[in-house]
């Protein structure tokens, strides 16, 4: 095992939708105690042998933490003793993870005080004032994770000690952000936005937390580019608001357009909100942001903003070499974001992993389109359809602010549900979570279950990684295509729809295709096809893109992938985000170059 290095994260806000001021919070990413429970022996911290020193929040699996462990382990433990920072009178002290692989169980100063489970959403334990009392404590946290375990979500980590095929590497363990947060007694816990372009308003929610008096009151400001929009000042009857607020539509689409959220021209709603004590005074305040944005399907259309907009996307796993799922710092969160835009993308199809919330950010900033996918379990049981649901909606509360998020994808390949022909208990299922994602965010399309055999879905999502250009021809213009790909293919063996292809009169979207795979490396490697050198990468490259831009029945797109990963070497980019081709030529596969007929059909500046 190697020794950590001291390099910690940057001091960007973990929520970046619920900022406080900056020195109401403290990252403790950093070197913790460290220690393997490769059989899961140890119950409580007073049996652990603290052997090593990890850097949080780097998994243990990866080089970066400094532990370096590939072999199976169940469990594993972390200590570390915090000095805590002052708090006024009546404030709370929040410690809080963004995510922690699988089973999280926390204590305080050997108190215990939290169990989380869900390897993939946060949670916050606050620290009571009597254990805040001499200036310092000492959090334990065991992290639970049986690496044989298939019921449970754990997206493409292997359950096979070492990685193979499409499977990557395990993580176990925090790895996102850990940090201390003050916040008053009567504070804001939870926010979400919405909007509505028909009615041209922006839905606002918030849940305050804490005794609240008969007469707190809440302040909003909304502003772009510093000017302002709308001003508001509700009574808060209870721990709960929701409100509609009406802006000023310009009417004109020039005026309307410096407000609306798009490609090319992410426009962000400033919030500052505040909680007002019946004298006036502030209690608590923060800063937020949404967006003016719709994204629906129309027929056979996806539309943004009530406009069709063409996906063009690539599909994305989110692992670097050395720091597997945790970006080795919050700069490269960004600069993925940036390389996707540079290569001529509109959008990124977030693949089996839950991002971290600053990835969010920046798709939001610089106007990055993304599906979320919850990662799969590997079984249908009753666990696993708990498990699943459970943190699925956890998902589903964390993100759904976000304006770059235009599509859920709850399940993915039938993976989970591997007899969805046949068994109805699973098409029941898949239905389910379809209805129940519907139902708790009516205002973006779900995609049932991306790939084939959908059974409850707004996007027809197709897996094709045929490699001759002219036989993508062929298929995708074969005269009555749609009843073509319904009825007669078989993608991966699969039928496309199940059930009356008739119903399915959907938007359809290429979400995965390419695969071409170009590394020095031909024994350990490999991809759906494979390139001898760059030139011939690029040109294979330009063959397919040209067939697919070019097919009326698809909205949209997703090529596989964004970068390497481990020894899948179908990336655009190697592993170390270096390019294969250069990033300008990439950008005119996407058509940001000379159009193609297809790519000029009613944009209006969305295709930017």
């Avoid at 302040?219 to 001003?231: G, K, N, P, W």
């Avoid at 004298?279 to 719709?294: F, K, M, W």
């Amino acid at each position: 095992m190697t020794s950590p290095s001291t390099t910690t994260r940057g001091p960007i806000c973990p929520r970046p939708l619920l900022r406080r001021a900056d020195d109401t919070w403290v990252s403790l990413d950093g070197i913790w105690e460290f220690a393997v429970d490769r059989a899961a022996l140890w119950m409580h911290p007073t049996e652990v042998a603290w052997t090593h020193k990890i850097l949080v929040p780097f998994a243990p699996e990866t080089e970066r933490s400094g532990i370096g462990e590939k072999s199976y382990f169940a469990a594993c433990w972390y200590r570390r003793t915090i000095d805590l920072p002052r708090t006024d009178a009546g404030e709370r002290l929040f410690l809080r993870f963004g995510a922690v692989d699988y089973a999280a169980t926390v204590w305080i100063d050997g108190v215990h005080v939290a169990v989380h489970e869900g390897g993939y959403t946060p949670f916050s334990i606050e620290i009571p004032p009597q254990l805040r009392a001499g200036g310092s404590v000492e959090v334990v946290v065991r992290a639970l994770d049986d690496p044989h375990d298939l019921a449970k979500p754990r997206g493409k980590q292997d359950w096979q000690e070492h990685p193979h095929s499409i499977w990557y590497p395990r993580t176990t363990g925090i790895w996102q952000t850990v940090w201390l947060e003050r916040v008053p007694a009567v504070h804001i816990a939870y926010l979400r936005w919405t909007s509505n372009l028909f009615r041209w308003e922006i839905g606002f929610s918030a849940t305050i937390a804490g005794p609240v008096p008969p007469t707190v009151a809440l302040r909003l400001r909304l502003s772009s580019r510093e000017r302002l929009l709308a001003e508001d000042h509700y009574v808060c009857t209870h721990n709960e608001i929701h409100r509609r607020i009406p802006l000023s539509d310009p009417g004109i689409d020039d005026a309307r357009n410096e407000l609306l959220w798009c490609p090319g021209s992410p426009n962000l709603l400033d919030a500052e909100i505040e909680l007002l004590a019946p004298d006036g005074r502030v209690v608590d305040a923060l800063r937020s942001y949404t967006a003016l944005r719709t994204i629906s399907v129309n027929r056979d259309q996806i539309l943004l903003n009530g406009r069709p907009i063409r996906l063009r996307m690539v599909l994305d796993q989110g692992y670097w070499p050395e720091t597997g799922m945790t970006a080795p710092d919050v700069d490269a969160l960004r600069r993925d974001v940036e390389l996707v835009l540079a290569m001529g993308f509109n959008g990124v199809r977030k693949h089996q992993k839950i991002e971290d919330p600053r990835y969010h950010y920046w798709a939001d900033r610089l106007g990055l389109l993304v599906w979320e996918e919850m990662p799969s379990a590997y079984r249908f049981n009753i666990r696993s359809v708990q498990a699943l649901t459970h943190e699925w909606m956890q998902v589903l509360t964390r993100d759904s602010s976000h304006p770059c998020i235009v599509a859920w994808v709850p399940f993915n390949e039938s993976w989970g549900v591997p007899n969805l022909p046949d068994n109805p208990f699973e098409r029941h299922y898949v239905t389910a979570l379809y209805h129940l994602t519907r139902t708790l965010d009516p205002n973006r399309p779900v995609v049932g279950n991306d790939g084939w055999e959908s059974v409850a879905t707004d996007i027809v999502g197709i897996h094709d990684y045929d490699c001759d250009p002219a036989r993508m021809l062929r298929r995708y213009q074969a005269p009555n295509v749609r009843h073509n790909l319904y009825e007669r293919e078989r993608f991966g063996g699969r039928e496309l729809v199940l059930g009356n292809f008739q119903e399915f009169v959907h938007p359809v979207v290429l979400s995965e295709f390419g695969g071409i795979a170009l590394s020095p490396d031909r024994h350990t490697t490999w991809g759906y096809s494979r390139s001898n050198n760059a030139g011939e990468l690029e040109r294979r490259l330009h063959a397919l893109f040209e067939v697919v831009r070019a097919q009326d029945i698809l909205a949209g797109y997703c090529y596989t992938q964004f970068a390497d990963t481990y020894q899948e070497a179908n990336g655009l980019l190697h592993a170390d985000r270096t390019p294969k081709v250069p990033l300008e030529r990439i950008a005119v596969l996407n058509g940001l170059g000379p159009p193609t007929p297809h790519d000029d059909h009613g944009q209006q500046g969305q295709e930017v």
